[in-house]
């Protein structure tokens, strides 16, 4: 490596800004290309003359980025060159806190499903399928989903006519569908796969409702809804891996 770090009277936060930013300088002037394996942890330490655990924060911080990915037992790989993904930030916290609301939604939105199937008129019936086109647009547009996720879990808040669980998730604000992402948006085929899953829950949802089979509505917005938080708790104890 060009830049070598040497200087073990800083601290240990400044080492790993240092090797950090070395690296990054690396991967954005395009001496690792996208695919291409960095040095390996041993090989770091050696180059920089400093500890693992200073090596470890620093690619951690390159990979909330979005800028490498670590796998096991392979090593370090880039996954691109964009300055842009340094925007990106995938914060422990973040994750933590979306997977608290996720935990607080579930029993609240699987009884407002199971309501909706058996109260929704046509007309919020008609409500939420609108709501669901509207997430298979976005999909299609590779755009964003979610407002329209946001509008259809409001939509079906709405069809239980009990008016507490639309303040319940007004209440909640945009928070209420998590803001951490699960996959980069650098990466768009498994951008676009995972919109899809999400779009595929969604319908199970809507067709009980629409079917009015209250336990067929419980059921799918619990496995949606449980299967968002193991989502969640897998990046978390992914990036927690990663600093420990």
């Known amino acids: 490596m060009a830049m070598q770090v040497k200087d073990r009277s800083k601290g240990s936060g400044s080492l790993v800004s240092q090797v950090g930013e070395s690296l990054r300088q690396a991967i954005l002037s395009g001496q690792y290309s996208a695919g291409d394996k960095l040095p390996s942890e041993h090989e770091l330490t050696e180059t920089h003359s400093v500890s693992r655990t200073v090596v470890r924060e620093a690619v951690a911080a390159l990979r909330s980025d979005g800028l490498v990915e670590v796998r096991q037992g392979a ?17 422990k916290a973040r994750v933590a806190s979306d997977l608290e609301v996720l935990e607080i939604r579930t029993p609240v939105e699987i009884e407002a499903a199971g309501l909706a199937a058996l109260r929704r008129s046509p007309a ?25 996720d946001l509008e259809l879990h409001a939509a079906i808040a709405e069809a239980t006519n009990n008016p507490l669980f639309r303040q319940f998730l007004e209440s909640q604000g945009s928070a209420i569908i998590p803001q951490s992402r699960l996959v980069p948006e650098s990466r768009t085929a498994e951008q676009t796969a995972y919109r899809k899953l999400i779009h595929r829950e969604h319908e199970a949802i809507v067709v009980a409702i629409s079917d009015r089979d209250d336990q067929a ?28």
Do not use: W
């Open 75 to 91: 090593g370090i790989f880039v996954l691109g060159a964009d300055p842009a993904l340094s925007a990106r930030k995938v914060d």
């Open 124 to 148: 919020q019936e008609e409500a939420i399928f609108e709501c669901h086109r509207k997430i298979l647009q976005c999909i299609e547009s590779d755009q964003s989903i979610r407002d329209a």
């Open 217 to 244: 509505a419980r059921n799918a917005m619990r496995d949606h809804l449980v299967g968002s938080q193991a989502r969640y708790r897998n990046l978390l104890r992914d990036l927690r891996s990663f600093t420990s």
